[in-house]
């Protein structure tokens, strides 16, 4: 069994949502083998609500963000960046909501946003866990 297989199977990753398997393909290429997944979910940007829904895959190396088109429900590859090349990476918490925005600025400058919807509370400190676990290693 592969990285990515191991990876994806249910109940393995944390995640609001699973993983539909015409994203493997897209997964496979940017993922390098022995990344193991930290946190996958559905996310969407807030500057472009209309852009459709996106899957968001943080590796301990890589941010593996792809698109699927609202209309025709296309898959692109939105981001993918390794996690040294990101700056300036925030997130914020809006329990009210429940939701959690992230963002960061990639190696070309563009600064990204997504924002992760969750069904409670709980899960939003989950998700913020895991991401202060992986920026901030240690010091966390």
């Known amino acids: 069994m592969d990285v990515i297989s191991r990876t994806f199977l249910p109940g393995t990753v944390e995640s609001s949502a699973a993983i539909p398997s015409r994203h493997l393909p897209i997964v496979e290429r940017c993922v390098e083998a ?19 829904e996106y899957l968001l895959l943080l590796t301990r190396r890589r941010l593996v963000v792809i ?21 300036n990476v925030t997130w914020r918490p809006d329990l009210s909501r429940p939701a959690l925005e992230m963002a ?13 919807r ?23």
């Open 67 to 87: 698109q699927q088109t609202p209309v025709l429900h296309r898959l692109r590859l939105h981001l993918n960046a390794n996690l040294r090349h990101l700056s």
């Open 104 to 116: 960061a600025t990639a190696v070309d400058g563009v600064r990204e946003r997504f924002r992760v």
């Open 34 to 52: 022995g990344d193991d997944a930290v946190l996958v979910t559905r996310c969407t940007r807030p500057e472009a609500p209309l852009a459709g």
């Open 118 to 140: 969750f069904a409670d509370t709980e899960s939003v400190w989950l998700f913020e866990s895991k991401l202060r676990e992986v920026f901030l290693g240690a010091a966390a």
